[in-house]
């Protein structure tokens, strides 16, 4: 839903972040709406229909302090997940002995995975996501993004190439999927 960028810190971490021009562009777009709604205000006075755009600049203002980041850090190896709004934040920690591998997943959307009644149509888009598998056995993982296939797997590819490279962890990608056809 919102773009993602992969950068390398001066600290030598490397973070999967919201980017930045989105922040601004959110910071700008709630404070016109707010400006707009103050004029409006002060000429014709408080109606109830200002409260869709001061809804909307909130909403906008909140996406400026949204975090959805993960940050990997090879001198102290781990990889750490920080999600929430402003101060407000949960951290998930996982040590790189923790982790199995870094891996591209392609599935239909709303079709449970392993499943083989693939049925591709409007409804059941091509996606393909970033995991952290944990475990081969019990398959535990943790999905870092998830996007459409055709329109970003090739950039989810790159990203995860990036981030195995960086951290020393194998990266599978299944190729089954790729055979298919679910990403140019």
Known sequence: MFPYVLRKT???RLVYTLAIW???FCLIFSLVLMLGMVSA???AGFSLSYLVPLILALFSFLICFYRDDWAFDSRLGQAVGIFGIGPFVKREV???DEIHMIAIRHFHKGIPEGSTAIR???RHKEMSSLRLVFDSETGGYVNIEIVP????GLRLETMANAIAGYTQL???IDKQALE???RR
């Open 120 to 122: 591709p149509s409007w």
């Open 170 to 172: 194998p990266l599978d």
């Open 41 to 43: 205000v002060m000429e």
């Open 94 to 96: 996982h040590r790189f």
């Open 10 to 12: 001066r600290d030598g």
């Open 180 to 182: 298919r056809g679910l």
């Open 22 to 24: 989105m922040r601004v």
């Open 149 to 152: 296939a055709r329109r970003g």
